[in-house]
């Protein structure tokens, strides 16, 4: 082979290095969530290429694959840098096992009430359309939604039970502190007490003994 004819194949090996690699940059840029939050957790599925319920080792393997086409330092597609950080967090909320059951189950529920909302059976053809897909998609995107805005009031009502509790405490240490202000109140003045006790005795007495006097002095 000449050297014109390998670089001409070099040539074409770059272009079609060149095209895999812009084709699954596009699959993971492209892949932008519309309900960002939410949809974002949908689409870790999506960005990796990957169907729900794989097994970790396929994860990891597809997540591999993809990194080394669409990193940053094999690449100088601008839009790499943003791309590969999609994939490296659609990696890790799917490697993490609670976030990963967690989708699962949304995606299947999401599937379910389809099924039962179109009174199919597990058999139905309509189940393997790309309608029925995509219509999965958006409910469990619904799902989704409806999971955060009940762990949200969930949220929102114990912190509003936490409140009561907090107020409820602050409430009994304001009355115990009352009570130990009472209490240390009437143990100053006790002194004070009994100097007014001793002196309305002695104030009793000296009536009474003018009353014994005046009276003896009527007698005689």
């Known amino acids: 082979m000449s050297s014109d004819e390998q670089d001409a194949l070099d040539a074409l090996e770059r272009e079609a290095s060149d095209f895999v690699k812009t084709r699954e940059l596009s699959t993971v840029y492209l892949s932008v969530p519309f309900f960002r939050l939410i949809v974002n957790v949908w689409n870790r599925y999506a960005v990796l290429d990957l169907q ?36 490296k967090k659609a990696h890790s909320t799917l490697m993490e096992e609670k976030s990963r059951t967690y989708l699962d189950e949304c995606i299947a529920d999401a599937r379910r009430l389809l099924i039962r909302e179109h009174k199919y059976t597990l058999d139905s053809p309509e189940l ?24 949200r009031r969930q949220a ?29 109140a009437w143990e100053d003045s006790r002194d004070e007490r009994i100097s007014s006790w001793r002196d309305w005795q002695k104030g009793k007495k000296s009536e009474g003994d003018k009353k014994k006097k005046k009276k003896m002095k009527v007698l005689g």
Do not use: C, M
């Not at 319920?53 to 990891?60: A, L, M, N, P, Q």
């Not at 591999?64 to 597609?77: F, Q």
């Not at 907090?166 to 240490?173: A, F, G, L, P, V």
């Open 128 to 151: 393997k359309t790309e309608e029925f897909k995509k219509e999965w998609r958006q409910k469990t995107v619904h799902v989704l939604l409806d999971e955060e805005a009940r762990r």
């Open 52 to 87: 729900p319920g794989v097994t970790e080792s396929d994860i990891k393997v597809q997540y591999r694959k993809k990194s080394l086409l669409i990193h940053p330092d094999k690449t100088k597609n601008p839009a790499a840098p943003d791309a590969f950080d999609r994939l």
């Open 156 to 184: 929102k009502a114990k912190l509003q039970e936490e409140g009561r509790e907090r107020r409820k405490e602050e409430e009994e240490i304001e009355e115990r502190k009352r009570k130990r202000d009472q209490d240390k």
